[in-house]
């Protein structure tokens, strides 16, 4: 039988935790692990907060003794922008999936701000976030942080929000006859449903981050570059200066701290968030961590834990009667909500045409008619790419992911390396693309596009991870007894099931595939550079020139194809995955 979390249990899936002993060892081992960590976050924000002409004074060097404190700094960035992602995500993702106003609001601003490139976010935030710290590395920092944080927070939005859009509805059901406040059912069914998925978004986009790290930590202010110290700007200067040695030590510098934080971070947290799966059975295989193992035998972490469910519980008063409404009469509330929308639409006619007439005042001084749909051509060639390498991606990794999903042991394993290869840079393979396409004489405008793809299918990937492990056990034993096999197994019990994990990672890696195109289609290495027929080269070329009424060209020119083509396929998909596909 399902329970509502914060009713009967602590959580989603019934399975109670077994106590194990506490033991000193562990309590001196998490608190070791604990001052590590303490130490070089605290030594990192140091760094961050030195004076900006440190940078011109300690330059950017090849230093191999350098490379363990670059790799500490841009580690230290990424979880900064992953906290303010996870924040962004609670806050904007909730409104959306809560409000229809909000609604109408937010999500196409996601889909816009997923589009815009990250080179568009530094040409336009740079001198902003300089301002805010004037002379100081930390408005640097900030601009690189944000940068990142555009990588990332959009996956993670739109995931959460398709979470609480599914809730099942005998759960909400079930929570409007206990008389939960809508806080509390938030912390109580809502979250804790939604917790399996996020996890797994969370990952993709920690690794979704390092993608772009090398255009987000070599920031340009005019003529002139700042180069912050981190893995990044380390591969920048390699593949400047066509150093292999120096981009081999960048990568298994990479791989070791995606190692590390694997099993210390997100190994740990996957075990935990097993706690919530919706299921009438129990699971025969579980995630396991030792660092999750090792802090359940901690006094220290059990105290950790006390008082995070002390916190949780003040900040939701449970409520034992039904929420109160407003004693109005049906057509008095109906007269109410048609006036609040008419206000709510009013002010979006209001704000919206001003905004957009700006940007075409912006625009048109410097740009003639007949370039602006040579720019539109140039995005159908790009969206073309798009649509090709989405379709052959999802072909070759929902299998995968399934697969992965369904055996918890094997996704253990997987994890790390999905992780890693979900992180490797693209500015890596640009050698081997440029010396393979030069040497066959082959054509850039097919050669260089599966690295539009090359960091973004690992959406589709991830998505489909979280949609298969979520699977209830005991639709897998219905399944097995009524003997489905092979095309009806996936078409009456896995595709359903994972379907609206699907949509979200598709939606997301086209968006990023979108925004990768900026890096795909120019490349270069040493003298050697080529350039495919696309909207990314566009921008690329136009950002680089330093022309910004044509990079604002761009930037719309992306965003209207995106909005419409999320707008066209995927949120029709969204609601029939909403309206079919719920595991009620």
């Known amino acids: 039988m399902k329970t509502l979390p914060g009713l009967y249990t602590p959580a989603v899936a019934p399975r109670p935790l077994r106590q194990r002993p506490t033991s000193l060892w562990a309590d001196a081992l998490c608190l070791a692990l604990g001052l590590i960590a303490l130490a070089l976050v605290w030594h990192g924000v140091a760094e961050m907060r030195a004076p900006l002409a440190v940078l011109d004074a300690d330059p ?27 924040l962004f995500t609670f806050v904007f993702a909730t409104l959306a999936a809560k409000s229809r106003k909000a609604e109408l609001l937010i999500l196409p601003a996601i889909d816009i701000l997923q589009s815009v490139p990250i080179l568009g976010f530094l040409t336009f935030t740079v ?11 930390l408005g640097a920092e900030c601009a690189a942080i944000f940068a990142i944080f555009t990588s990332q927070a959009w996956n993670m939005a739109f ?4 979470s609480l859009r599914t809730v099942p509805e005998d759960l909400q059901q079930v929570s409007r006859q206990f008389g939960l406040s809508p806080w509390r059912r938030f912390f109580r069914l809502e979250l804790p449903f939604a917790i399996p998925g996020l996890v797994w978004n ?6 979704g981050g390092w993608f772009f790290v090398v255009a987000s930590e070599a920031i340009t202010v005019g003529d002139n570059t ?3 110290p981190g893995i990044g700007s380390w591969l920048a200067l390699a593949i400047a200066r066509q150093d292999i040695a120096a981009i081999g030590w960048a990568v298994l510098a990479m791989g070791l701290v995606i190692l590390v934080y694997d099993q210390l971070f997100f190994r740990p947290v996957v075990a935990w968030a097993d706690r919530f799966r919706v299921e009438q059975t129990a699971s025969q295989q579980v995630p396991r961590s030792w660092v999750y193992d090792l802090v359940r035998r901690a006094r220290l972490g059990r105290m950790l834990g006390g008082f995070g469910s002390f916190c949780i519980q003040l900040a939701t008063p449970r409520i034992r009667r039904p929420w109160p409404h407003w004693h109005l009469a049906p057509q008095s509330r109906a007269w109410l909500q048609r006036g609040l929308d008419m206000l709510w639409y009013g002010a979006l006619l209001l704000v919206l045409p001003y905004g957009i007439y700006a940007l075409y005042r912006f625009i048109a001084a410097d740009v003639y008619w007949v370039e602006a749909v040579s720019v539109l051509g140039l995005g159908l060639l790009t ?7 989405i379709a052959v991606a999802s072909l070759i990794w929902v299998p995968i992911g399934v697969w992965i999903g369904l055996r918890p042991g094997w996704s253990q394993r997987l994890q790390a390396v999905a992780q890693f290869l979900a992180a490797f840079p693209a500015n890596v393979l640009f050698p081997v693309a440029v010396v393979g396409i030069v040497s066959f004489h082959l054509n850039p405008d097919i050669w260089l596009s599966p690295l539009m793809v090359l960091g973004t299918q690992w959406y589709i990937l991830f998505n489909v991870i979280a949609g298969a492990s979520v699977l209830p056990n005991d639709l897998r034993e219905a399944a097995r007894l009524f003997g489905l096999r092979r095309w009806q197994w996936w078409r009456q019990l896995a595709l359903p099931a994972i379907f609206p994990y699907y ?4 939606l997301t890696a086209a968006g990023g595939s979108w925004n990768a195109s900026i890096v795909a289609e120019v490349v270069s290495w040493g003298n ?10 566009y921008i690329a070329q136009m950002t680089t020139a330093g022309d910004f009424p044509r990079v604002a060209l761009g930037i719309v020119v992306m965003s209207i194809f995106v909005l419409g083509f999320n707008r066209l396929l995927w949120r029709p998909l969204y609601a029939y995955a909403e309206r079919r596909l719920r595991l009620d």
């Open 503 to 506: 949509v979200t990672g598709a």
């Open 528 to 537: 050697e550079r080529l350039q495919a027929h696309g909207l990314g080269a």
């Open 226 to 228: 700042i180069n912050l």
């Open 60 to 86: 950017m060097t090849l230093d191999l003794a350098r490379l363990p404190e670059y790799a500490l700094r841009t580690t230290l960035r990424m979880f900064i922008a992953l906290g303010a992602s996870l």
């Open 202 to 207: 969370t990952m993709m986009s920690m690794s």
């Open 383 to 389: 969206m073309a790419r798009v649509l090709l390498l």
């Open 159 to 162: 995931g959460f929000y398709q």
């Open 127 to 137: 001198s902003f976030f300089l301002g805010l710290f004037p002379g100081r590395q």
